[in-house]
Nanobody, 123 residues
């Protein structure tokens, strides 16, 4: 699986960005797919996950109500609204090792395939 993110950039607080992640080499119809982020000096954290095979979504408390994860075939999206300075980070998309029984956890350990990341800076 190859994952390529795009859509990052610099935005003022309160603004919006839409991240995209194109997956190739694999059909994303049963895996969990997730957006993670990592700020300098901090651990990588899951922010939004979904398992469209089961129609489930899972959001970190810090982004719930502001971020929306979606998928269109082999492209994943992260719609980010009402951005805050603390959302500044490198954002990565990831695909799970297997179906995870239809669950969509936010744990790094559950994901085997990663993109290179796209930087989001909120000022």
């Amino acid at each position: 699986v190859q994952l390529v993110e795009s859509g990052g950039g610099s935005v003022q607080a309160g603004g919006s960005l839409r991240l995209s992640c194109v997956a190739s080499g694999y059909a994303l119809n049963k895996n969990a797919i997730t957006w993670f982020r990592q700020a300098p000096g901090k651990e990588r954290e899951g922010v939004a996950a979904t398992n469209f095979g089961r129609g489930r979504a899972n959001y970190a408390g810090s982004v719930k109500g502001r971020f929306t994860i979606s998928q269109d075939k082999n492209t994943m999206y992260l719609e980010m609204n009402s951005l805050k300075v603390e959302d500044t980070a490198m954002y990565y998309c990831a695909v799970s090792r297997g179906s995870l029984f239809g669950l969509c956890p936010l744990r790094v350990v559950d994901y085997a395939h990663w993109g290179q990341g796209t930087q989001v800076t909120v000022s």
